[in-house]
């Protein structure tokens, strides 16, 4: 409980008060106080240093996979490095980018302030879950380190259990950072149910809130599925139990269920953050409220609830029965309403709206399209029979890669554009943020573009070499590559140097109504400089300057 | 102590308590931290729950492949260890039930040395379980290429060794962490760091073994009687 | 939100007493004895229904009077809720798969097709 400190001074003209407080990153100096901080901002820049150190080795792991897939044989290096490319590839950027990204960072960041609450519900538990992220990610690396593996990101069994590769040091970092997930998970349902200052109901909360709400629920019930294949696939590989082996009995498919059951609720728990994000981004840059608050509220349940019975959709061609197949594919078909439910809701927020085309903005239409284009081409493949000649082609990836990078990295940046001032008290440069932007859009389409192409010609997934007519397009995708790498470079420059050099932010350089911004930027140790009450909606346009000003206590 | 400059001076005898833990700071008062942390035990507990689904589900899968040849593996198992050690874990249900009992009345004493009585009760269970896995490792009854009984060889009842194995190791490493929270709020009890307003860490400890009943109650006809 | 006398202790903790734990304690015995006897009939697969549904009481009790649930908040409720609805969800569809696959038996291999290059001599 703090001391009530004495009540802002406001300057002549009426704009933001000067703060009492030192915001939080001067509230304390030295490395302690940093890593031993309950601060859940801290925690959030913690998280996005190691985050993005992820991202980076994620991308160079691509990069390589890209240009060995310049020539139809060998360019750089053998095969079975290869195979330990893409399979490191995809484990960093799941485990260490996609899955931790916009909640650990953005969530832990922002949701707390969004509700009016001074931290989340339990601060020890957000620190214990970063540590516990630094020590899967370390043994992820001590893995990469000792060979890596070359099964895939999907530890398909039997193989995963009779390799020689790391397999048990890394699926036991990835344990660990299903651990760091699920205990944040935790912290962000107890904080929206207990935690919601005074005024503030359920349905006026902001809608990032409701996004990572359905994620946490995700988190808690998938994961714990992950972490027990992972156990019984580090102990078939050390112990040689057998439990999915056919030398002993085994059945590879129930691996298979069980790997997936985790897996493809997993998907949404990287979109619907990056769902948030967008909703938070539309509302503002076109200063209307969401075209209806409901629909998008229910729709991240909805999408969070039938998430979890769609899995056996990467399964159409594993052996498991017909009927079962049937089902998955009846039911994987129903997801996508919910989402094409948001994205209709999104684009009629935009209209007679005031739409301002700044970086964040740029982000969220370059995201409509991609995430459009990914998700109605997920409906394509969730067609059990056209999935037969699909499935595990590069078809397969470019859909995935929509999304994934179309999607859940592009809103990723949209967020670190868009809450870039209120994180740091800083503006990054607009241009420069324009044109990294449409950079990565423009290297991300040309990317992955052609791999729908060579996909549906029949280029196989995960393959070393593939026949001279494929070559084209492959050079096309790695030049596509080439740009997406220096456009998100230039991003990543552009940011970092606005940390030291950027123009000052004032509170709210967007003009926002959302509830992050009626606090200074960047926030003092406890959000608010006194408990606020909340007595209107974070979308509400319609109020005048003061009037918004007023309803946040 | 201080209250909240929105609301009048009230006394909360939660703060006023001699073994009042420090409130976070993003808490107005002990009964919402107290809430909150129940509720946190709770969430993750159905995330515990989530783990034995995806074993549960694989033993029915594998059940629904082997039909009797597996079914022969669980008559093989021994009920009586099995039946003996259900009864071992509800008593220490009981005893842990009634040590939030106690506390929540303020007899922190009682509790401190139900809680003792209970650490007590589940370890029993973990030596039944030990006698046990050496009865069957005798038998030639283990996990994978280990499997050496002759008088069931089918893959079915090897499956079904493989999944108990799996199944009773995992539930008997949570026993180990329960009783390791068991013995941290005994031993806080010990020392009278607990009364009627404060306790939420004995509920916590007490909620987890609970889970841990609740497991063994489903792990136990379904490794031992549906034979 | 502070409250002018609100303990960590609100009224309804009351309603579960050491008696009541008592007799659920007894009733879980009687329902594990009467679990076990029912096994050693060797009804088929009227066993597994039964044991089940043993169980499932055993939890309940476990749960509403042990674990307190008759006091709880409706969100621990929905929580618990849906952690059963998903793992039932898992368990039935996974074990669906097994009990619908159809194996056929391997067709004799038909006789193989004459030779395409017949006319060019050699054989």
């Known amino acids: ?553 | 102590m201080s209250a909240s400059p929105d609301t009048p001076e009230v006394v909360d005898p939660a703060a006023a308590s001699p073994v009042a833990p420090g409130l976070g700071d993003q808490y107005d008062t002990y009964a919402r931290q107290h809430r909150a942390r129940l509720f946190g035990m709770w969430v993750f507990l159905v995330s515990e729950l989530l783990i034995f689904a995806g074993l549960f589900s694989l033993y029915a899968a594998y059940r629904a492949e082997y039909g009797a040849d597996f079914a022969a593996g669980i008559e093989h198992n021994n009920a009586t260890y099995g039946t003996i050690n259900t009864l071992v874990l509800i008593t220490s249900s009981f005893t842990v039930a009634a040590a939030v009992h106690a506390v929540r009345g303020g007899r922190t004493r009682t509790a401190a040395r139900l809680l003792y009585v209970t650490i007590a009760i589940g370890a029993v269970f973990l030596v039944i379980k030990g006698l046990e896995y050496s009865t069957h490792l005798h038998e030639g009854f283990a996990p994978g290429p280990y499997y050496s009984n002759t008088e069931l060889p089918q893959f079915g009842a090897r499956m079904f060794f493989t999944l108990y194995y799996i199944a009773t190791g995992l539930h008997g490493l949570h026993v180990v962490v329960g009783l390791g929270l068991l013995a941290f709020v005994a031993w806080k009890a010990h020392r009278l760091r607990y009364d009627e307003y404060h306790h939420v860490g004995v509920e916590m400890a007490g909620l987890y073994w609970h889970l841990v009943d609740v497991i063994w109650i489903f792990l136990w006809p379904v490794l031992y009687l549906m034979g | 939100m502070a409250h002018a006398q609100t303990p960590a202790q609100a009224p309804a903790h009351h309603r579960i007493t050491a008696r009541t734990n008592l007799f659920v304690w007894v009733a879980l015995v009687v329902l594990t004895a009467l679990s076990y006897g029912a096994s050693r009939l060797h009804l088929g697969t009227a066993d597994i229904v039964i044991a089940l549904v043993i169980a499932t009481i055993k939890t309940a009790l476990v749960m509403l009077y042990f674990m307190h649930v008759l006091e709880e908040t409706f969100a621990t409720r929905a929580a618990i809720g849906l952690a059963v609805l998903l793992f039932l969800t898992l368990l039935l569809i996974t074990v669906g798969d097994p009990l619908t696959r159809r194996t056929y038996p391997r067709a004799p291999a038909p006789p193989a097709p004459a030779p395409v290059l017949q006319g060019l001599g050699a054989d």
Not at chain 1, 32 to 38: F, M, Y
Not at chain 1, 500 to 524: C, D, M, V
């Open chain 1, 1 to 553: 409980m703090t001391d009530a400190p004495t009540p802002a001074v406001t300057s002549d003209a009426g704009e933001e008060p000067i703060p009492v407080e030192p915001d939080y990153l001067h509230a304390e100096r030295g490395v302690l106080s940093w890593l031993l901080t309950k601060d859940h901002k801290r925690i959030a820049i913690m998280y996005y240093a190691a985050i993005v150190l992820s991202l980076i080795l994620g991308g160079i792991f691509a990069l390589v996979i890209r240009l060995e897939l310049l020539t139809p044989e060998r360019t750089i290096i053998d095969a079975t490095t290869y195979n330990r490319m893409f399979t490191l590839h995809g484990v960093t950027m799941v485990w260490l980018f996609l899955l931790p990204g916009i909640p650990s960072i953005f969530g832990n960041f922002i949701l707390p302030i969004q509700l009016g609450a001074r931290d989340l519900a339990f601060p020890r538990l957000n620190l214990m879950s970063w540590y516990l992220f630094v020590i899967g990610a370390c043994l992820l690396l001590g893995g990469m380190i000792a060979g890596g593996a070359d099964t895939g990101w999907t530890f398909y069994v039997p193989y995963s259990s009779l390799t020689p590769t790391a397999v048990t040091p890394i699926g036991i970092g990835i344990f660990i950072l299903g651990f760091s997930s699920i205990t944040t998970a935790v912290n962000f349902v107890a904080t929206t149910h207990l935690l919601r200052t005074r005024g503030l109901g359920w349905f006026q909360m902001p809608l990032f809130v409701w996004a990572l709400y359905a994620t946490s629920l995700i988190i808690l019930l998938a994961t714990p599925v992950l972490g027990l294949v992972l156990i019984l696939v580090a102990v078939d590989h050390s112990l040689h139990f057998g439990i999915f082996d056919p030398k002993y009995g085994g059945d590879p498919v129930l691996f298979q269920h069980l790997f997936w059951f985790y897996s493809h609720p997993a998907v949404y728990i990287m979109i619907l953050p990056a769902m948030g994000i967008i909703s938070e981004t539309v509302s503002t840059f076109s200063r209307r409220r969401p075209f209806s608050y409901n629909a998008i509220a229910y729709a991240s349940l909805g999408i969070a609830f039938i998430g979890f019975l769609t899995w056996g959709h990467h399964m159409f061609v594993a052996g498991m029965s017909e009927w079962t197949a049937g089902v998955f594919g009846i039911l994987s078909m129903f997801v996508g309403i919910f989402s094409a439910i948001k994205v209709f809701t999104w684009t009629g927020t935009l209209h007679r709206g005031s739409i301002r085309f700044t970086t964040p903005m740029v982000f969220f239409f370059s995201w409509l399209f991609l995430f459009v284009f990914g998700g109605m081409t997920g409906i394509a493949i969730a067609t059990q029979s056209l999935d037969v000649h699909w499935h595990d082609t590069y078809f397969i990836v470019a859909h995935f890669h929509y999304i994934m990078v179309g999607g859940a990295l592009t809103a990723f940046l949209g967020g670190a554009h868009y809450w870039f001032p209120k994180m740091f008290g800083r503006l990054y440069n607009e241009r420069v943020g324009l044109a990294s932007a449409t950079g990565v859009f423009l290297g991300f389409v040309l990317t992955f573009t052609p791999q729908f192409l060579l996909g549906n010609a029949g280029m196989p997934r995960r393959y070393y070499s593939y026949p001279p007519e494929f070559q084209w397009l492959n050079v096309l995708s790695t030049g596509g590559a080439v740009l997406l790498a220096g456009a998100l470079l230039l991003t990543l420059i552009n940011l970092l140097v606005a940390l030291k050099w950027g123009e000052r932010a004032g509170a709210n350089p967007w003009g926002s109504r959302s509830y992050e911004w009626q606090t200074p930027s960047p926030p003092p140790t406890h959000n608010f400089p006194t408990s606020p009450t909340f007595s209107r909606g974070p979308y509400d346009y319609d109020l005048t300057e003061e009037e918004a000003r007023e309803r946040i206590a």
